[in-house]
């Protein structure tokens, strides 16, 4: 039988705990007694943990999920609600007693991390979507209802409290709600790269169906005039809007651009060509990030994912753009756990930030904090880091994934789940595509209240 703590994941839950609470512990495992002891170099005092080994290596979705209410017991909770404990079946009540030398708690709350940051849930998965991605309603949260709480951070908060009653003069780091704006660069311009003919079949589009003679103009417009760079005219240039909005909150934009052609799903422009080696160069000169998305078929292709990355380096090199690292996200959100983990490794990227579901928002790995990644199959830590996305625009605006709603009760449900990364001291990493504001102003009104810095 399988167990989750091995020496290299107890290894790198230290480096977790370390990053979350800015204090080095021994996990020191006692299989004999079912759990696993938290404690402080040189010291005697500990927390013993409940260990739960086989549970969350378990590759499937079936799991039981209790509830505790943490109030109840004394214990503050970051969120309101009892606190949802996937794996978990009859909690002993109460669930965290104190002992002769510290606590003890009786819930895995380092398997649960495990569990869920390492995606141990999706490995191997065969009930997949029309791309070929794991969906949030085949998983445990969805099922479970805790899709839309970030249940790992929840725990720790718990655990915080623990360490902090065991170890009264540890100061625990306090982390600062930060904001992260992304953009999958799929379509710079919607006429420049494609032929004529498509353009032409998409203006009468605008004049016959549509009744609309601005766009019907704009289109030839913006197909004729486009030279070395975008056209201001163009409906999917936002660049400029993006940055600007983006340094009037004291944010960082990242644009991920598709770097090879694998489907007719990928993009129509090539990074190579001189008006997107402009736009590169003018988001660079603007102080924002140029970062990875590999096409569309490279999911499963490691040696893929490898050469487009290359390919995109080579073209900073050649326009003298100097960045200290390279990040990114898939195409279409497409994943396979952990084949595509380990491709990104392996190419030498420092991020990603695919780590969402398409058809649903929230909390795929439970947390809004970046961490350290992990792989499940051969149990080893990788350099390359995860930085979980929480929101995708698509997912909730328009129903493109799912149930169409009004744009105000999207507008509610993002900025909940922004309050909730608020709430943990985490991270709000939101997802808007460069050409998702067609239709009018209010798209855009709606992003800029999104990431308005109201700390």
């Known amino acids: 039988m399988r167990f989750w703590h091995t020496a290299a994941a107890l290894t790198w ?30 010291d005697a005092r500990c927390i013993q943990l409940a260990l739960d080994g086989s549970t969350f290596t378990r590759t499937d979705s079936s799991l039981g999920c209790a509830r505790w209410n943490a109030l109840d017991e004394g214990w503050d909770t970051a969120l309101p609600g009892s606190l949802p404990a996937p794996g978990g079946h009859d909690l002993c009540a109460p ?56 249940i790992v951070d929840e725990w720790l908060h718990v655990l915080g409290q623990v360490i902090g009653r065991t170890w009264p003069g540890i100061r625990l780091t306090r982390h600062r709600f930060e904001v992260k704006v992304s953009h999958d660069v799929d379509s710079p311009s919607l006429y420049a790269f494609k032929p004529w003919r498509l353009v032409a079949r998409m203006m009468a589009g605008h004049i016959l169906k549509r009744r609309d003679l601005g766009a019907f103009c704009t289109a030839a417009l913006v197909k004729q005039m486009t030279k070395g760079t975008l056209h201001p005219a163009d409906p999917h240039n936002t660049f400029e809007w993006l940055m600007d909005v983006s340094e009037a909150n004291n944010l960082t934009s990242a644009f991920y651009f598709i770097c ?26 603007r102080g924002h990030e140029i970062g990875l998305h590999p096409s569309y078929g490279t999911y499963q292709r490691p040696a893929l994912v490898a050469q487009e990355a290359e ?16 990040g990114g996200r898939m195409h279409y959100l497409r994943w396979e756990q952990p084949t595509t983990l380990q491709a990104w490794n392996d190419a030498g990227l420092a991020y990603d930030s695919t780590l ?9 790995c439970g947390t809004c904090f ?22 995708m625009e698509c997912t909730i605006i328009g129903g493109v994934y799912s149930e169409a709603i009004s744009l105000g009760s999207a507008e509610s449900k993002i900025l909940e789940l922004k ?37």
């Not at 230290?14 to 512990?25: A, C, D, S, Y």
């Not at 990928?266 to 988001?283: C, F, N, S």
């Not at 969402?356 to 795929?364: E, H």
């Open 260 to 285: 090879g052609r694998t489907s007719d799903m990928d993009a129509d422009y090539e990074p190579g060509h001189p008006i997107i080696r402009a736009l590169m160069r003018r988001i660079h000169e």
């Open 356 to 364: 969402g579901y398409a058809d649903r928002p929230g909390f795929r």
């Open 311 to 326: 390919r995109l380096k080579a073209i900073l090199a050649e326009e003298n753009i100097q960045q200290s690292a390279i």
């Open 95 to 150: 669930l965290i007693t104190a002992t002769e030398s510290g606590w003890h708690i009786g819930y895995d709350i380092l398997g649960l991390t495990y569990w869920m940051l390492t995606r141990q849930e999706e490995v191997g998965r065969t009930d997949l979507d029309n791309h070929a991605r794991f969906p949030a309603t085949a998983s445990h949260g969805y099922m479970h209802n805790y899709l839309e709480r970030p």
């Open 370 to 391: 970046e961490y350290p990644a992990f792989n499940p199959a051969s149990l080893q830590p990788m350099s390359l880091r995860i930085r979980p996305l929480v929101v």
């Open 419 to 455: 309050g909730k990364c608020r709430a943990l001291g985490g991270c709000f990493t939101l997802l808007w595509h460069n050409s998702f504001f067609t239709g009018g102003v209010s798209l855009k009104k709606v992003y800029e209240r999104l990431i308005e810095d109201k700390s």
């Open 13 to 42: 839950l230290q480096t977790i705990l370390k990053e979350r609470f800015g204090h080095t512990f021994d996990l020191l495992p006692q299989p004999e007694a079912n759990h696993i002891a938290l404690c402080v170099p040189g």
